[in-house]
């Protein structure tokens, strides 16, 4: 059997990567939205391509210091482990802002991994944008990869090439029993989901902080323990209809009823201090 291959999705926030991610993965697993920094933590999907299983990887966006939040070295530190782990790395840019100097340094930041990287130009939805690639040569690269993530457009000869990158050896590969057992880690914003999934899990999977909504997709990782499967998840805090104020809080909180549906065991976390609120 052909070895797994995995290709982490890397740039600046709004290039387009989670959009990569759900194309290529065929789900809507990852939140997409035009506000910056929307995704925090590690997701992971998977897709099947010429007789290959590929691990795709999206990754929050690296933000320049000017625009840090005090998120942003956990989800940078989360980028990195990413990285690591990849075979091929997909530096994906945006054809419309153009090159940016946070590009720039983020392709430096690559060089140096001595990973294989491929520059991706996203949003090249037509003749006029193809006619914009050249400034992007600058970064040194010998290809450009034009795309179009919301269109398809160019994404499968992107793959292509990263398969051409890594060795086809033979290797035994993991694969997730159908029968695992699905555990959702749910409960209100801030009651320590994400500390307990990172602990469970032996990982800094999820970003941890004291602000309300740190984490806003749902994460997940098998988990193997007794001889059992478990694939666990952690979840976006629930809030009250009255309380969701954002596009992206209810993004959240839909994703995470829709874990609690397909769950095998849900597991509630209260904090003692607080006790049982009417949440």
Not at 160 to 187: C, F, N, Y
């Amino acid at each position: 059997m052909a070895k797994k291959i995995t290709i982490a999705l890397v740039g600046r926030p709004n290039v387009g990567k989670s959009s990569l991610f759900n194309r290529l993965i065929k789900k809507r697993k990852a939140i997409v939205d035009a506000t910056p920094g929307v995704t925090r933590d590690r997701l992971y999907g998977e897709m099947e391509w010429e007789g290959r299983t590929i691990a795709i990887v999206d990754t929050g966006g690296f933000l320049p210091p000017d625009e840090a939040t005090p998120i942003l070295p956990q989800v940078i530190i989360q980028c990195q482990k990413a990285i690591v782990e990849a075979d091929v790395i997909i530096f994906m840019t945006d054809v419309r802002t153009g090159l940016t100097p946070i590009d720039v340094e983020i392709m430096k930041y690559l060089r140096k991994t001595q990973k294989p990287v491929l520059c991706a130009v996203n949003k090249v939805d037509g003749e006029k944008q193809l006619q914009d690639l050249s400034e992007f040569y600058a970064l040194g690269v010998e290809k450009i990869w034009p795309i179009s993530a919301i269109h398809g457009h160019g994404i499968y000869e992107l793959i292509d090439e990263a398969l051409t990158l890594v060795s086809a050896e033979e290797t035994k590969e993991e694969k997730i029993p159908s029968m695992a057992i699905k555990v959702a880690l749910v409960g209100r914003p801030n009651v320590g989901k994400s500390s307990l999934f990172n602990r469970l899990v032996g990982d800094e999977r999820s970003v941890v902080s004291d602000i309300p909504g740190t984490t806003r997709d749902t994460i997940d990782t098998i988990l193997k323990y007794d001889d059992k499967t478990y694939l666990f998840m952690d979840t976006a805090g629930l809030r009250r209809k009255t309380r969701i104020k954002t596009r992206l809080e209810r993004y959240s909180v839909k994703r995470a009823l829709r874990a609690i549906k397909h769950t095998d065991i849900t597991l509630l976390l209260l904090e003692a201090p607080e006790g049982i609120t009417d949440q």
